[in-house]
């Protein structure tokens, strides 16, 4: 079948976008409150996978989407292992020309030497890269602003006008307008939006001004209802208990703070749409949106990290383009927004991105990995608007463009045999049919490490330290982990643990290749 639409209508043009530090709830088609209209639109000609997850960091995440490969092995020295297969190489060296727009945070050491031992966009297969090599930057002043290998500050420095999400956009229809009509394009926009700092214009902020007054106690129950009637949760789903480290919306004394940092959050998700919606109005006045396979994620949960003043790095400017002081951290006197503020949205609205699940970004709980997906394709996709539970992961999507391109991957890279994939194809998804759930899903970084194998998930939360245990919790019944059955299951724990151990021995192994 994939063939036949080949030969008529050649190769899909492939987008790929993937938004940075958003939880599961948050987009209007996943039952949050703020405005994405061109997303849902996407979801309403597409389709909504409710199953899929993610890593639970930023570069991680990266990793194992451009390699089809768990992170474990899919990096070396923090930049992708030499002997995994890009997508970006895998479908230039098919026809494809390939840009990247945005965050690539895979570059290996790049802040020795300014930047001169960084592994560039263009080492791994894109043709075009306009964005910043690092995690995190200003939206109004993005550290190491490059187009390709060139700084390019000076675009930034004297434009008053200049947002890195909405540049991100205009540049991504740039490249597709110099892309020749007969060749397939692969566009990768991974936004920096919503990761802190929470940097938004004014005129952004106000249209949302009053929006979360309710606070997060009410708007989390409000979702979830949202969210089953969407039919992105099933019924039966409870609320998890509000975090630990998350006051009552009635007993928070900085009130007008808390609801403006999530106005801004709300303003960066939004500016995103926006940009989002103007690259596919391309497309269609171009007539090449019906030919193109998109995908949208996001590259793990909600980040509940507080910013504090005394924190340091590239990514924060000493001073504003005017020559003002930075005031960063996250000070209820100051209120973000402005480019000489630097914040974060914190633990209570995190924990309302990732409504109903439990933790954040770091973990691997439910609310540190369980992320939206969504996938349009209007030549092929036939059941518009419907959701798919096929239990997948960000390791699936290689596979799976490369297999709607019709491209079968070389053996070989650089000289070695290439790493295997870890994931597969979730094409029949797309097209309708039902697949069987993946044999595993492995997770080990940062906070967490996890198994989840057909409805168990076995997961472990070093935050715990001397008492850390493994938990284990049926999917099916409990999807958002609030009975722990591994007392009453010790043999499931010892056989899951097992395991995940065995994997995680192996990716190390490949890693050392």
Known sequence: MITGVLQLYGKPNI?????????????????????TPNLDSLAENGIRFTNFYS?????????????GIYHRASLKDNALHPRCLTLPEALK???????????????????????????????????????????????????????????????????????????IGEEAISFLQQTPDQKPFFLYLPFTAAHWPLHAPAKDIEEYKGMFSEGWDQLRAKRLERMKKLAVIDKSVELSPRHAKVSSWKDEKQKDWQERRMEVY??????????????????????????????????????????PPQRKGDYLPEKTRKGEPMKPGNLPQIMPGPENTYQSYGYGWANLSNTPYRLFKQYDHEGGIHTPMIAQWPDKIKKKGSISHTLSHLVDLMPTILEASDITPTSKIRGHERLPWDGRSILPSIEGKKQKDPPLLFFSHARGK????????????????????????DMKSDPNELIDLAENKPNKVRQLAQLWQQEEKEHLRKSQL
């Open 15 to 35: 987008l790929l976008i993937m938004a940075d530090d958003m939880g599961y709830s948050d987009l209007g088609c996943f039952g949050g409150e703020i405005r």
């Open 55 to 67: 890593e639970n960091m930023c570069w991680v995440s990266r990793a194992s989407m451009m390699t």
């Open 93 to 167: 060296s098919n026809g494809y020309r390939t840009g990247m727009m945005g965050k690539w945070h895979l570059a290996g050491k790049y802040t020795k030497n300014n930047g001169l031992e960084a592994v560039y966009p263009d080492q791994r297969g894109f043709d075009y890269f306009y964005g910043i090599l690092g995690g995190a930057s200003s939206f109004y002043a993005p550290h190491g602003l490059k187009r390709n290998r060139n700084s390019i500050d000076h675009e930034f420095i004297n434009d008053k006008d200049y947002y890195f999400t909405s540049a």
């Open 266 to 307: 709300a303003a960066q998700v939004t500016i995103m749409d926006q940009a989002i919606g103007n690259v596919i109005r391309h497309l269609e006045n171009v007539g090449k949106l019906n030919k193109t396979l998109i995908f949208f994620t996001i590259d793990n949960g909600g980040c509940h990290v507080e910013y």
């Open 450 to 473: 996890a198994l989840r194998v057909g409805n168990w998930k076995l997961v472990f939360n070093k935050d715990h330290k001397k008492e850390a245990k493994w938990e284990l919790y």
